[in-house]
C-alpha cells in the first residue's frame, strides 16, 4: 500500500450529490469547506469537535467461525450536531464495496465515500439529534483474527479499520455492543455483560451501555478462552485466558489478581478518586503485540508476561508487577482524563510508567524502587536520545494517520526520568497534589500538556515554561565533565560543567548525585545543576577519595564522566564491586556502557569487567544488566576474529560463574548468557546435552519455553540434525499456540540459505506479517552475527518495507523490524546500505527516518570501533 504523505488540500471528485456542497477550488477553500483527505486531519478533529457531541455507537458484529469469512456488522450512530453546515465526515478505512446501505435520520441516502470517508450531506442531518444507521462489512485489518479467538486493538486510530467512527481522542462515546459468535467461544468487552441468546449454533452476547471512552479504547476479545472469577477488596475481576500448563496456571493465577487489587487500591488512595468505570475485567493473549493494552474494563495483556513458572527470574516477576500496574493506572490516567490530541500520548503512558514504578514498591515485596527505575528507563531512554534519530517528548502531528510513529522509548522511558526530575524539583507533596488537581479538572474529558503544566506551575515557584522547553520539546542528553583540583590530600575545588552531547550550550536543569568513594565509606552530596557550571562548595575540605562515582543515585540523565585522573581505570572498575549499595553499581555499569558506545572505553575492557563483575555481582537484577551487556559488546561490537579468539575463556568464565553462584534465578540468567554467547564446539556440544536430555545444570531450573530456546539456539549454530532438533521440540510442546509460534519460526532457523531466502520474501507479504511478535524473534534470528554473511542482502529491502510497515503495522511494529534487523550488524556494508538508503530519499517520511537512524545507531558505532580493533 502506498503511503499517503501530504496534508494539502487535494483534488476532489465528488459525487454530483456533493458537488454543489463540496469543492476543492480556491474558492471554496476561502470559504472554509473541509478538505477530504486520507486519515484523520487535525484541521478535521478540531471542527468535528466544536460541533459533534452526545455519540453513542449501537454496533452489531455477526463473527463466523472461520476467520477467512466475512464479519457482517451493522450500526446506528446517534449524535448531536451544533451546527449544520459541512458535510459529515464518518471516518472508515476500508473499501467502499464493505458499506451496504445508510440511513440519515429514518432516509435511506446514495453511498458516498472517499479518501478513508463516509459523506452525510448536510441535507441529510439537521441541528441537534440524529441518527445515522449503516450495514457494512468489517475490516479485518485490526481484528487479529485467528483459527478459534480474534481481538481487537485499536491505538491509536484503529477504530476506524473495523467500522464508521469518528475517530480522534477528544471525541467520547458510548458504546453498547452485540457479539454473535460460535457457540463454544466466550466474549469480553468494555462494558459489563446484559445477557446471552443462544440459538442453533451461535448465541449473542449482548452487553450494556459502556462508560463514555475515547474511541481507541473501545474493546473486544471473542473465543475459545478460560475463565476464572475472583473478588479481590470486595471487587470481582474477570480473568479470561488460554494458558495450559497447570504449573504456570497454578502458580500464576494468584498473584495477578493480587497485583491487580494492590495497583487498584495504590491509585485510588494517590488520587484520591475511586476506581472511575463499571467493571475491571482483563485477558491473557498469546503473542500479543504489546506486554499490555489499558481497553477500560477489559485490559488485554501479553500471555507469556503474566504466566511465570518455578524458574521465573526477579526481573520476570519484577516485570509481570510492573506491567500489571501500568495498565492500571492508566485508568486514571489516559482513560478518566484522555490526550486532546495523540501529539500528547506521551502524557498517558509517562504517568502509567511513573506510577507503576511506584506501585511495584507495594506489590513487590523485595523491590528497590530506584534500582527499578534506574534499569528499567535510563538504558532504554538512551538508546534513542543518544542517537541522530533521537525524537523530542512532545511531538508534532498534522494526522492521525501518522500517530503510530511518535511512540517509543522515549516517551515510555525519559519522560519518567523527566517526570521524576520534575517531582523532585517541585517537592512530592506539591506534585501529587497538582495532579489531584488535573485528574479532577479534567475526569472523563481530554487535556493538553500546557494545561497540565499551568497547574503544576502554579505550585512552584521554579520557571517550569523554561524547564519544559529543554526537558520535553528539545531532543538529546547532556554531556558531563569535571575539574577536581586537590592540596595535601584535601579537595580545594570541585567544579561540574554540562553542555548539550551535540557540544550545543542547552541546560537540563536537574538533581544527582556524585559519590566520594573512600577505601572505608562512601560520601554522597547532592549536585543541583541549575547553571552550565556549578561549583559543588559541599565538597571543599573533604578527603581526596579514591574515585568519584558520577550520578550515584540513578537519578541524573545524561552521560557523565568516568574519574580516571588518580591511579588506573582497570583498578577502579574492579573496586565497584565494593560498592554497598546495588543503585551505585548499576548506575556504574550503564555510565561505562554508555561511555564505551561513546569511544572513551576500550569494548575489550569492558567485556572483561562485565565478566568479573558478573561473578562478584549479588543483585540479580544487576546481573541481568552485566549479562545483557556482555553478550551486546561480545556480538556487537568484537571484530569476528577477536570473538572467536575470547570464545572459549568467557565461556568456561560464566560456566564457572554459573556453578559458583547460590541463587536459582541467578543461575539461570547466568546460564542463559553462557547459552547466548557460546561457540566453541565444547559449549554447543554441552548445550545439546542439556536439550536433549532435558536435565538443566545443578541448581538451573528451565522452563518448557527455555528449552526451545535452546533448540533454537542449536539450529542457529547449525549443530548437526539442528532442524531435527527444532522438530523434535515441536512435538515436546503441547500448548498449540506456542506450537505455532515455533513452527513460523522455524524457515529462519534453517541451515538451508535457500529456504531462509523463501522466508525472508514471505514476509513482504502483510498476511505474513500479522503476528509481529512473531516476526520480529524470527528477524532476530535470520539477522544474527552468525548468520549476517547471508543475510546482509535482505537490508536494503528490509528497509524499502518500512513505510508499508507503519501503514499496515501495529504502533511498535516499525521500530521492531528495524532493530531486529539491524541491531547486531556491524560491517561497513551494512552502514552504507543504510546512508545510501537515506541519501536517495531527501524527502523520506521525517519520523520513520528517525526510527532508520535510531536503529542504525549502533551499526555506525560498531563500524568505528570494530575499525579501530583492527
Given at each position: 500500500m502506498k503511503q499517503i504523505t501530504s496534508y494539502t488540500l487535494k483534488t476532489c471528485a465528488l459525487s454530483l450529490s456533493l458537488l454543489a456542497a463540496v469543492s476543492c477550488s480556491q474558492t471554496a477553500t476561502q470559504s472554509n469547506v473541509l478538505a477530504i483527505e486520507s486519515g484523520v486531519s487535525q484541521q478535521l478533529a478540531v471542527y468535528r469537535k466544536k460541533v459533534i457531541s452526545k455519540i453513542n455507537y449501537?454496533?452489531?458484529?455477526?463473527?463466523?467461525p472461520q476467520k477467512s469469512d466475512p464479519i457482517a456488522a451493522s450500526e446506528v450512530i446517534t449524535l448531536t450536531l451544533a451546527r449544520n453546515e459541512q458535510p459529515l465526515q464518518i471516518d472508515f478505512k476500508e473499501q467502499e464495496s464493505n458499506i451496504k446501505s445508510i440511513k440519515a435520520n429514518g432516509r435511506t441516502i446514495p453511498i458516498t465515500f472517499q479518501n478513508e470517508h463516509i459523506l452525510i450531506d448536510k441535507k441529510y442531518l439537521k441541528v441537534g439529534e440524529n441518527k445515522i444507521e449503516i450495514d457494512f462489512i468489517a475490516g479485518n485489518m485490526s481484528l487479529n483474527r485467528n483459527d478459534d479467538y480474534l481481538y481487537t486493538l485499536l491505538v491509536p486510530d484503529r477504530a476506524r479499520t473495523v467500522f464508521p467512527v469518528f475517530d480522534q481522542p477528544d471525541l467520547k462515546a458510548t458504546f453498547t455492543l452485540t457479539l454473535s459468535i460460535p457457540r463454544n467461544w466466550k466474549a469480553l468487552a468494555n462494558a459489563p455483560l446484559q445477557d446471552i441468546i443462544a440459538k442453533d449454533d451461535q448465541k449473542s452476547y449482548r452487553f450494556q451501555e459502556s462508560d463514555t471512552i475515547s474511541t481507541y479504547l473501545f474493546s473486544f476479545v471473542a473465543g475459545d478462552f478460560d475463565l476464572v472469577t475472583r473478588t479481590e477488596a470486595g471487587r470481582p475481576m474477570n480473568f479470561y485466558h488460554r494458558e495450559t500448563d497447570s504449573s504456570k496456571l497454578k502458580l500464576s493465577i494468584d498473584p495477578i489478581f493480587k497485583i491487580h487489587a494492590d495497583a487498584l487500591s495504590f491509585m485510588e488512595d494517590y488520587t484520591k478518586i475511586p476506581y472511575p468505570f463499571q467493571k475491571f475485567d482483563f485477558i491473557a493473549i498469546p503473542d500479543f503485540q504489546y506486554g499490555g493494552m489499558e481497553h477500560v474494563g477489559a485490559i488485554d495483556y501479553k500471555a507469556s508476561t503474566l504466566f511465570l513458572d518455578e524458574g521465573a527470574t526477579k526481573d520476570q516477576r519484577v516485570s509481570r508487577a510492573n506491567l500489571i500496574a501500568h495498565e492500571t493506572a492508566h485508568m486514571w490516567f489516559g482513560d478518566l482524563v484522555t490526550m486532546q490530541w495523540f501529539n500528547d500520548v506521551w502524557m498517558k503512558e509517562v504517568f502509567a510508567n511513573f506510577m507503576a514504578d511506584k506501585i511495584s514498591q507495594v506489590t513487590m515485596a523485595d523491590s528497590n524502587y530506584d534500582l527499578k527505575f534506574l534499569l528499567s528507563h535510563f538504558p532504554a531512554a538512551y538508546g534513542v536520545d543518544r542517537t541522530a534519530g533521537a525524537n523530542p517528548i512532545r511531538q508534532k502531528l498534522e494526522n492521525l494517520q501518522d500517530a503510530g510513529t511518535l511512540y517509543g522509548n522515549i516517551i515510555y522511558h525519559k519522560a519518567p526520568i523527566m517526570m521524576r526530575q520534575l517531582e523532585r524539583l517541585m517537592g512530592e507533596a506539591d506534585f501529587k497534589d497538582g495532579l489531584r488537581e488535573y485528574l479532577k479538572t479534567y475526569a472523563n474529558s481530554n487535556a493538553t500538556w500546557p494545561q497540565l503544566i499551568e497547574i503544576l506551575d502554579a505550585r512552584t515557584p521554579a520557571d517550569l515554561q523554561a524547564w519544559n522547553q529543554v526537558w520535553v520539546n528539545e531532543t538529546g542528553r547532556p554531556q558531563f565533565n569535571y575539574e577536581l583540583k586537590t592540596a595535601e590530600n584535601k579537595i580545594t575545588s570541585f567544579t561540574i560543567s554540562q553542555k548539550g552531547e551535540d557540544v550545543s550550550d542547552r541546560l537540563w536543569p536537574q538533581y544527582f548525585e556524585v559519590a566520594l568513594v573512600y577505601p572505608d565509606r562512601v560520601e554522597e552530596l547532592t549536585v543541583n545543576m541549575a547553571a552550565q557550571q556549578v561549583d559543588l562548595k559541599e565538597a571543599i575540605g573533604k578527603e581526596q577519595?579514591?574515585?568519584?562515582?558520577?550520578?550515584?543515585?540513578?537519578?541524573?540523565?545524561?552521560?557523565?564522566?568516568?574519574?580516571?585522573?588518580?591511579?588506573?581505570?582497570?583498578?577502579?572498575?574492579?573496586?565497584?564491586?565494593?560498592?554497598?549499595?546495588?543503585?551505585?553499581?548499576?548506575?556504574?555499569?550503564?555510565?561505562l556502557y554508555e561511555n564505551m558506545l561513546a569511544g572513551n572505553v576500550n569494548p575489550d575492557l569492558l567485556l572483561h569487567f562485565t565478566a568479573t563483575m558478573a561473578a562478584k555481582e549479588t543483585e540479580e537484577l544487576n546481573i541481568r544488566l552485566l549479562t545483557n551487556y556482555l553478550g551486546d559488546v561480545y556480538w556487537r561490537f568484537l571484530t569476528t576474529e577477536r570473538r572467536s579468539e575470547v570464545a572459549s575463556l568467557y565461556e568456561k568464565e560464566l560456566w564457572q560463574t554459573m556453578q559458583n553462584q547460590k541463587s536459582a534465578n541467578a543461575k539461570k540468567l547466568l546460564f542463559k548468557a553462557y547459552q547466548d554467547i557460546a561457540l566453541t564446539p565444547e559449549a554447543t556440544k554441552r548445550l545439546y546435552e542439556v536439550w536433549n536430555t532435558q536435565q538443566a545444570p545443578n541448581g538451573v531450573k528451565l522452563t518448557e519455553d527455555d528449552y526451545t530456546s535452546l533448540a533454537l539456539a542449536l539450529a542457529l549454530r547449525e549443530y548437526p540434525d539442528g532442524n531435527t532438533i527444532l522438530d523434535n521440540q515441536l512435538e515436546r510442546i503441547k500448548n498449540p499456540d506456542r506450537r505455532k509460534r515455533l513452527q513460523f519460526m522455524m524457515p529462519a532457523l534453517s541451515a538451508d540459505v535457500q529456504v531462509r531466502d523463501a522466508f525472508f520474501a514471505s514476509l513482504k507479504k502483510e498476511e505474513n506479517r500479522e503476528k509481529e511478535a512473531w516476526v520480529a524473534s524470527a528477524l532476530g534470528y535470520l539477522h544474527h552475527p552468525l548468520r549476517s554473511h547471508t543475510s546482509e542482502k535482505y537490508l536494503r529491502e528490509s528497509l524499502e518495507l518500512v513505510e508499508e510497515i507503519q501503514l499496515t503495522g501495529d504502533i511498535f511494529f516499525p521500530t521492531n523490524w528495524l532493530q531486529a534487523t539491524f541491531s547486531t550488524y556491524q560491517s561497513a556494508s551494512a552502514a552504507a546500505v543504510i546512508r545510501q538508503f537515506l541519501a536517495e530519499r531527501p524527502n523520506y517520511n521525517p519520523k520513520l527516518k528517525g526510527k532508520i537512524l535510531q536503529a542504525a545507531d549502533n551499526v555506525y558505532r560498531a563500524e568505528k570501533l570494530v575499525t579501530q580493533q583492527q
Open positions: 449501537n454496533l452489531h458484529l455477526t463473527i463466523p577519595p579514591d574515585f568519584i562515582l558520577f550520578n550515584s543515585s540513578g537519578q541524573g540523565y545524561g552521560l557523565f564522566p568516568i574519574e580516571q585522573k588518580h591511579g588506573s581505570l582497570e583498578r577502579k572498575l574492579l573496586s565497584i564491586a565494593g560498592l554497598k549499595d546495588p543503585v551505585m553499581r548499576a548506575s556504574a555499569y550503564i555510565n
